[in-house]
């Protein structure tokens, strides 16, 4: 039994809870957390890890004193024990010692605070995607391996034992034939408000927030998750919702690195709005005898019958005698010449395609973000790589990250990791390194 099988029974027994206190190793040991990032998902992580593990959360941090204040309160209802707070992470790296490190910032704080609480001693779990450029994601797995840190990257969908099924009933035994196509999509988000700047609330301080990104006129929605709306401080719908797709894609099919990468696309309905990412983006992921596409579009009707919003998010794996449906929540088989539909939802009451259940949808959803955490937790104790290793996690998102090099350039590109340059493309390689702003310094894969 593998550890990912082992890991999903224990789940499936209702032993989650109580595992990782055998799996800490030293007893009254607890490891001692410290987390970067107090918006949405830094708390889901947080709160993840507190389920299955009993923590000892030193350090809390963000630039936002709003949304740092309401994150101790939680913790407070957690353990007696008051963290230390920070708007600063190099203070807050500094003043604690920290067995793990979460970063649950915007995408544009991923590389720096991981890399420095690597060389500080601590494992880090890492929200998706791992950075904002390729060489951001080439310095924080040499960082990862110089240190020899365990990183999970919180691409969690690779450790959901649905999809070990679709490996295993149908790509192991290559039921689908010869594959030739992999259409990965979401419709749906975004928006074409034109939203008016205003100015930056006194709780939050927009310059250390900025970092080394631009700092673009301050608008209400950053504060919250509307950062994703600018390309300063991530990398659009691709980054964002892509590279869970794509990610999962090359798990179920064991794909690395592609050839080359092209794109198209543009803001070609919202052109005026406040959002300066794509509304509609295609891009092709070559590989040999076979191309993995991304496709999102934000306006317009979807191909795609809804039931629940996960079904406009997706992929298609189509080969000789039939097509793989998968959703985040399911999978479904349509053979060559049949109408039938074989397979299985997570929101089914019945274990299959019907009866489903979506008032479950977050218990399902928090299940599995659960089983991530304690996988990044074993894989602490036997110094092992977790299921979404920072390698793993790097190649996905560099390669959505050069899916929209392709798509400013307009050209195909073909990213070499061994000598980290696209081959014979002088501007596209120096595309792999954003410019940062002020005093900061870009990460350097041969110095970290």
Request: glycine share 8%; net charge negative.
């Amino acid at each position: 039994m593998n550890r990912r099988t082992f890991v999903s029974s224990l789940a499936a027994a209702g032993a989650v809870a109580a595992l990782p206190n055998r799996l800490m190793g030293v007893v009254g040991r607890r490891p001692r957390v410290g987390l970067i990032g107090c918006g949405w998902f830094g708390n889901v992580n947080l709160d993840s890890m507190a389920k299955v593990a009993e923590l000892d959360i030193v350090s809390l941090c963000d630039p936002n004193k709003r949304m740092l204040a309401s994150t101790l309160d939680s913790v407070k209802a957690k353990q007696s024990k008051v963290p230390d707070t920070f708007a600063d992470y190099r203070k807050m790296l500094a003043s604690n010692e920290h067995d793990i490190v979460i970063v649950g910032t915007p995408d544009h704080w991923h590389a720096l605070p991981a890399i420095e609480a690597m060389q500080a001693g601590a494992d880090v779990f890492l929200e998706k995607p791992i950075g904002v450029d390729v060489l951001e994601g080439e310095a924080l797995v040499t960082a990862a391996r110089k240190y020899d840190r365990v990183v999970q990257v919180n691409l969690q969908r690779r450790r959901d034992p649905i999809f070990d099924e679709v490996r295993e009933q149908y790509l192991d035994t290559e039921r689908l034939g010869k594959i030739g196509l992999v259409e990965c999509y979401y419709y749906g988000g975004g928006n074409g408000d034109v939203v008016a700047p205003v100015s930056v609330p006194e709780h939050l301080d927009y310059d250390l927030w900025a970092g080394p990104a631009e700092k673009v006129p301050y608008v209400p929605q950053i504060e919250s998750r509307g950062w994703r709306m600018f390309q300063e401080y991530g990398n659009g719908t691709i980054g964002d919702m892509g590279v869970h797709i794509f990610d999962l894609v090359r798990s179920v099919m064991g794909l690395g690195w592609p050839d080359s990468i092209s794109s198209t696309g543009g803001r070609f309905v919202y052109k005026n709005a406040t959002s300066n990412i794509s509304d509609t983006q295609k891009t092709v992921f070559h590989y040999p005898d076979m191309d993995v596409s991304w496709e999102h579009r934000h306006w317009g009707a979807s191909p795609i019958p809804q039931r629940h919003w996960t079904d406009q998010w997706g992929a298609r794996i189509v080969g000789e005698r039939g097509t793989l449906n998968l959703t985040t929540m399911s999978y479904a088989l349509q053979e060559q010449g049949s109408s039938r539909l074989e397979g299985r939802h997570l929101l089914s009451r019945t274990n299959d395609l019907e009866n489903l259940d979506f008032d479950r949808f977050n218990a399902v959803v928090g299940g599995n973000q659960d089983g991530h955490c304690l996988d990044f937790l074993t894989a602490r104790e036997t110094r092992s790589r977790p299921l979404s290793d920072i390698e793993e996690g790097h190649i996905s998102s560099a390669c959505c990250i050069l899916g929209n090099v392709a798509l400013d350039l307009g050209r195909p590109i073909a990213y070499d990791p061994k000598t980290r340059k696209v081959a014979d493309d002088a501007e596209a390689t120096s595309r792999l390194a954003r410019s940062y702003r002020g005093d900061w310094t870009h990460p350097d894969p041969a110095k970290v």
